[in-house]
């Protein structure tokens, strides 16, 4: 898990600059739940999981996410295209004063919007727009996936703790 406040500064062009200040996020609707599903089944493959889950299942788990389970999915837009969707919730933690910290546990931006500076500023708005100072955010990252490791890197984010696994009757690591 690594854990941050966002530290960016990224420049851009003039017309870059533009397209990153009308960015913004919103509440996703339940109907925005396929497409959704569509972009995190390339969040799987770009980050290396092994998650075997078909686009279907994919929109049923969003809606169990939302309707069931207490995470909160954004859309992030473009005008008024969405450009990458973020899950997140508060979970209990007695270390934090709060008693509680922030998940965040899906972050992506389609592929063709990616490099310039946009996931960059989708982290500045979700932090400024749904979470509030002193709030501790948690991610994982997998091993499999330096470019992500040094987005977040780049965004603030520091190692807090490794998760190892082990498949039981295996001598060799997973």
């Known amino acids: 898990m690594a854990t941050a406040k966002p530290s960016i500064n990224v420049p851009h062009s003039t017309s870059h600059a533009a397209e990153l200040d009308q960015l913004d996020i919103r509440r996703a609707n339940p109907d925005e739940f396929g497409l959704?599903?569509?972009m995190n089944r390339e969040l799987i493959e770009d980050e290396g999981h092994r998650n075997p889950m078909t686009v279907p299942q994919l929109t049923e788990r969003f809606q169990s996410f939302v309707s069931n389970e207490g995470w909160q999915v954004d859309v992030l837009l473009s005008g008024s295209t969405i450009v990458g969707f973020m899950t997140h919730r508060y979970e209990p933690d007695i270390a934090e004063p709060s008693g509680f910290r922030v998940?965040?546990?899906?972050f992506y931006i389609s592929r063709d919007k990616r490099r310039g500076g946009i996931g960059s500023r989708a982290v500045e708005l979700?932090?400024?727009k749904?979470?509030?100072p002193g709030d501790r955010v948690?991610?994982?990252v997998l091993e499999v996936n330096p470019i992500g490791r040094a987005f977040w890197s780049r965004s603030g984010?520091?190692?807090?703790s490794t998760t190892m696994e082990q498949?039981?009757?295996?001598?060799e690591p997973s």
């Open 36 to 38: 959704l599903a569509r």
């Open 126 to 128: 979700l932090f400024k």
């Open 157 to 160: 984010f520091s190692p807090y």
């Open 130 to 132: 749904r979470f509030k």
């Open 103 to 106: 998940f965040l546990r899906q």
């Open 138 to 140: 948690f991610l994982d």
């Open 167 to 171: 498949v039981v009757g295996s001598s």
